[in-house]
């Protein structure tokens, strides 16, 4: 684990917030220099600690206006590999995020479609056919408040 001060945790929530920041206007933030800044987002990728930059898309305004999330617990795990059950559910496009977690279920994932009608498609046709799947939840997100992290 890398040591953090201050300066840097501020860096990081800033950059939390809006990733498209420069250095520049970090810096003036921060009151560092420009280099300084850029030194230390550097060391902070180096580090593994910004593992990248994501461009967070409105998907209600893409005309996706229902997110579920599915619980999946696979019905035989000793005839489907786990591998198999990813790289056929991460190749779904409404999918976006596959967690492989402990608990009720094996698989949490977040779902996208246009609406109620679109989504049962997306189940029956896709998901629902997908190697090793027994059983299904489904949670219809209704709001969704985002925050950055802990940073410490």
């Known amino acids: 684990m890398t040591d953090l001060d201050d300066i840097d945790r501020h860096l990081l929530r800033a950059l939390s917030q809006d990733a498209t920041l420069s250095a520049g206007a970090l810096g003036r ?17 180096d580090s593994g600690i910004i593992a990248g930059r994501r461009l967070d898309l409105d998907h209600q305004k893409l005309g996706f206006g ?21 790289r056929a559910v991460t190749a779904i496009p409404e999918v976006q995020t596959v967690e492989h977690v402990l608990g009720m279920y094996d698989y949490r994932l977040r779902v996208t479609a246009r609406d109620i009608a679109d989504f049962e498609r ?6 629902m056919t997908l190697p090793g799947v027994g059983d299904v939840e489904a949670n219809v997100l209704l709001s969704e408040e985002r925050r950055p992290g802990p940073l410490g």
Do not use: C, Y
């Not at 933030?29 to 990728?45: D, N, V, Y």
């Not at 229902?66 to 990813?86: N, P, Q």
């Not at 997306?122 to 998901?127: D, E, Q």
């Open 66 to 86: 229902v997110t579920v999330f599915l619980g999946i617990k696979l019905a035989t795990k000793g005839r489907v590999s786990l591998d198999d059950f990813e």
């Open 122 to 127: 997306v189940l029956r046709r896709r998901i």
């Open 29 to 45: 933030q921060l009151g560092l220099s420009q280099p300084a800044t850029w030194r230390r987002i550097r060391r902070l990728h």
